[in-house]
C-alpha cells in the first residue's frame, strides 16, 4: 500500500465536499458542551416579597378572615395549613425553587426555613462542616418517633418530616455517619450520599439494617436476611450510587461477613477496577460472581478481556467462552437485546435457534464472514413493528432481519485496515418489511436486499491509532468510505444508516459514539482549515 499524497486526500475529500461539510458540521455541533439551564434564581428579598404578596392576593380574594375557607394546598405549601401556620411564606415551595441561596441568607433564616425543603429545592451545596454548624435544624430521620423520610409525590410537598435526599450534600466522613447513625434516613444516605465505605463502617450499617430485617420478620430460618428485605436493599443502594466509594479489600471483608450466598453481593465489583489477583481470588469465592462484570461499559471489559488474555494461567481458568462473554457483555441473547429488533414486550420471546445462529463479536473477522455470509444473508426472524388504524383499513407493519441487521447494531464490533478492505467489495443483505391490511391482505412487500458491507459499518470504530492510521493512507479505502457515506441525525441526535430501499426507523438506529467516517473526516481537518475548504467546495460547485 502506497501512501496517499495530501493533494490525493484533498481532492477525494473536495469530490464529496457534501458529506464531510455536513458530517463535520455535525460532529461540531454534538462535541459543543451542552449549555446547562441558564440560572434563573433572584435574589432572596425580591423572590419572598413577591410570593408573600401574592399569598395575600389569594387570602384577600377569599373575603374571609383569619384564611378561613383556603384550602392550602398540598402543591404550594409543605404540610398544607399546618405548615403555613408553624413556618409562613417560608412553606411555600416556590421560595426554595427560585431563590439564590447563600450561607448569609440561610443564616440570617435559619429558624424560620423548613428546612427539608431547602434540600429538596434549594440549589445551595452543603459541606460537613456546615451541616455540623446547623445540625440543630436539620430534619434528620429519628425511627424511634415513627417518623417517615420526605418523597416528593409529583408535586405534593406534604409526605413525610425528615430529609431522604443527600443529592445537595458532600463527601461525609465516617466520624459523621456514625455520629448521626440513630437519627440519619440510612437508606436515603446510601442511596444518594456521598461517602467511602471502610470495613468498620460497613458493618456499623449492616448490624443496623440487620436489627430492621430482625424486627419485620425478614430472615429466614438459617437467620439470614431474604430477598427484598432491608439488608439487601442496603448492598443494593450502595451498588447503584456512583456518590459511593468502597476499596477492593473492603469488598473482601464484607464477603466474610456477609457469605457468600446472600443475594447480589456482586454487584460491589465494579465500583473497582480488578487486578489479576481478583479475578484468582471472586472464582475461588465463587465461579459465576465474575459475571456482573459483563454489564460494565465496553472500554472497561476491553481493558478486562486484554488481562485475562494476557495472562495464561487466568485464561485458562476462566476459559474462552468467558473472554467472549466479556467482550460482548453476555451471552449471544446480549446481541438480540443490544440490536432492539423485536415488538415491544416480547423482548425474551427468542429461540435458541435464532440465538445459535448469531457469532459472538469477539470472533468476527474475514474467515468467519466467508465461512457464514450465505447464512448471515437469510432473514433470521421478522417481528411486528407498529399498527396504522384509517378509517378504512388498518395497516399492521413487520420488520424481516438478517443476521447483519443485528451486527450493525453491535458496538463490541471494532473494524481494521484488513477488515475494511474486504467489506469494501462484498455486498450483505439486510432485511425487508411488509405490510398486512386488515388482518390478511399483504400490502406493500420489500423484501430483503444487498448493501456495501463497509457502509453498512460505518458507524463502527476502529480497533487501534495503527489500524486507523493505515485506513487514513489509503485513497481506496477513504473514497469508498466517503462515497457510501449517508447520515441522518434527528433531534435527539440519534444517527441512522439508510438506504433508498429502506424506511428511516428503529431499525436504522445506529450504534451511540464516532464512527469510522468520523474519524476520517474529523483527522482531516485537523491540519486543514474547515471554512477554507468550505469556502473552496463552494467555488468549484
Known sequence: MNKMSDKELFC?????????????????????????NVNLRKEFKIVFEY????????????????????????????LGEAG???????????????????IDVIDTYKDSIAWLLLFEYGDFYFSEEILRKYDRYIPWFNDAHGEKRYIPFTVDCKWGKSLGNFKNIGKLSYDFILSHISVIDLDALCETGEFEINDYLFRKLYNVMK???????????????????????????????????????????IIDTIGVNVFNWEGLLCKNELIEEDFFRIYSIKHNALEVLFDLDFEIRRKYVYLIESNKSLLE????????????????????????????????????????????????????????????????????????????????YYNRVTTWDILFKQETILLTYDLCKYLMNINVKIGGYYVIEDVSYIGENVPGFYVNALSLFQFK?????????????????????????????????????????????????????PGIVDYVVLDFFKDFSFDKFKELATRSS
Open 12 to 36: 477525494i475529500f473536495l469530490k464529496h465536499s457534501d458529506v464531510v461539510i455536513n458530517r463535520y458540521e455535525e460532529l461540531v455541533k454534538q462535541s459543543m458542551p451542552i449549555q446547562k
Open 51 to 78: 410570593i408573600e404578596q401574592q399569598v395575600e392576593e389569594e387570602l384577600r380574594s377569599l373575603g374571609a378572615p383569619d384564611r378561613e375557607g383556603y384550602r392550602f394546598p398540598d402543591y404550594l405549601f409543605y
Open 84 to 102: 403555613y401556620t408553624k413556618y409562613g411564606i417560608f412553606s411555600r415551595r416556590e421560595l426554595y425553587e427560585n431563590v439564590k441561596w447563600t
Open 211 to 253: 436489627e430492621k430485617d430482625v424486627a419485620a420478620n425478614m430472615i429466614s430460618e438459617d437467620g439470614k436476611s431474604i430477598y427484598n428485605s432491608y439488608v439487601q436493599q442496603f448492598l443494593t443502594n450502595i451498588q447503584r450510587n456512583p456518590r459511593v466509594s468502597i476499596s477492593r479489600e473492603t469488598i473482601y471483608d
Open 317 to 396: 481458568l476462566l476459559g474462552i467462552n468467558f473472554v467472549k462473554k466479556m467482550y460482548q457483555g453476555g451471552s449471544l441473547i446480549r446481541l438480540y437485546n443490544t440490536a432492539n429488533l423485536y415488538s415491544y414486550g416480547n423482548k425474551s420471546k427468542v429461540s435458541d435457534i435464532v440465538l445459535n445462529k448469531l457469532p459472538y463479536t469477539y470472533d468476527f473477522s474475514i474467515d468467519l464472514i466467508k465461512t457464514n455470509i450465505d447464512l448471515w444473508n437469510q432473514d433470521l426472524y421478522e417481528y411486528f413493528e407498529h399498527m396504522q388504524r384509517t378509517p378504512d383499513t388498518n395497516y399492521s
Open 461 to 513: 470504530s476502529v480497533l487501534n491509532k495503527s489500524e486507523l492510521k493505515k485506513i487514513l493512507a489509503d485513497a481506496d479505502l477513504v473514497n469508498s468510505l466517503l462515497s457510501n457515506a449517508v447520515f441522518i441525525s434527528d433531534s435527539s441526535g440519534e444517527n441512522y444508516w439508510i438506504s433508498r430501499e429502506n424506511k428511516l426507523g428503529n431499525h436504522n438506529i445506529a450504534p451511540k459514539g
